[in-house]
């Protein structure tokens, strides 16, 4: 008797403590979900109940798109038991705080390796470009004259006079260069224009070779109205090899890339990821 009587005792003792377990979620069904997410939400003190109603939102908008996980404001229950899954499903209160937490953190680790990785990636865009302009330049240009002169038809004809050195161990066969010819009483330049000269036989490594352009006398280059003290300079943009192939024409940073560049390094500050692949994909 007094066997079954303790054991009647313990059988309530239990029933007593699982019915004053913390409540869980229910995601079986919509009507479930919203009814066991306020009940869960009721549980906690209150000070947790904001806590909760962000951790509830991280969890149900797995994709993290369009949130902001540390606005408290609450969603509406449907849009909650609608999006919900097996994430919160059986998990009270606390529980649902901390795996959002942990899905936080996650997602932060990962936005910071891909962050490390454009970082990389800037860097060696950067250090390419840099490394192709310091090999460009060693490709001099040693003069650079703009007139206009008179043909036998009487017509004037503008010519650009160039003389180049190659102090490369590469031949060349084409330059790219931008022309600028301006004049000290205008603001506004005369002819500002990216052009092609192919050099006939090539430039060989420590050759040196004057040329002289002619310009279509119908273009910018021919207009009449530019004054005789007006000042030429060329700017070599690239160089084609004796086989046509473009030598040392690493793009440089665009404005945009040179802004991330630099906001990047202000908030990584020499921290580089062990195992990141400075190659891949970034935003």
């Known amino acids: 008797m007094w066997c079954l009587l303790r054991l009647s005792a313990l059988s309530l003792s239990a029933l007593m403590l699982a019915g004053c377990a913390d409540p869980k979620v229910d995601t079986s069904s919509m009507p479930a979900a919203v009814v066991s ?11 947790k109940r904001d806590e909760f109603d962000t951790a509830v939102k991280i969890i149900a908008m797995s994709s993290f798109s369009g949130i902001d996980p540390f606005n408290p404001q609450r969603m509406n229950a449907a849009e909650i038991a609608e999006s919900a899954n097996a994430y919160m499903h059986g998990l009270t209160g606390d529980e649902i705080i901390e795996r959002a937490d942990s899905m936080l953190r996650e997602r932060r ?27 460009l330049a060693q490709i001099h240009i040693d003069n650079a004259r703009y007139y ?12 650009i006079e160039l003389a180049v050195t190659n102090g490369t161990d590469h031949a060349i066969s084409e330059l790219m ?4 010819l301006e004049s000290p009483e205008r603001d506004i330049a005369w002819v ?20 002289s352009l002619a310009p279509n006398r119908f273009g910018p280059w021919g207009n009449d109205q530019i004054p005789r003290n007006a000042e030429l300079s060329l700017t070599l943009l690239g160089v084609n090899d004796a086989n046509g192939e473009p030598l040392w024409n690493a793009p440089p940073l665009t404005d945009s890339e040179t802004e991330r560049l630099t906001s990047l390094r202000e908030e990584y500050e020499g921290i580089r990821p062990q195992t990141a692949d400075s190659g891949a994909s970034d935003d």
């Open 177 to 180: 260069l931008r022309g600028l």
């Open 148 to 159: 206009l002169a008179t043909s036998p038809f009487g017509a004037l004809e503008p010519v």
């Open 192 to 211: 500002d224009q990216t052009f092609y000269y192919v050099i006939s036989g090539g430039l060989a490594p420590g050759e040196s070779a004057t040329w």
């Open 37 to 47: 997410i306020e009940k869960v939400r009721e549980s906690l003190p209150t000070y």
């Open 109 to 135: 680790a990962r936005e910071r390796e891909q962050a490390l990785r454009t970082l990389n990636r800037l860097e060696a865009k950067q250090a390419n470009a840099q490394r192709d302009q310091e090999r």
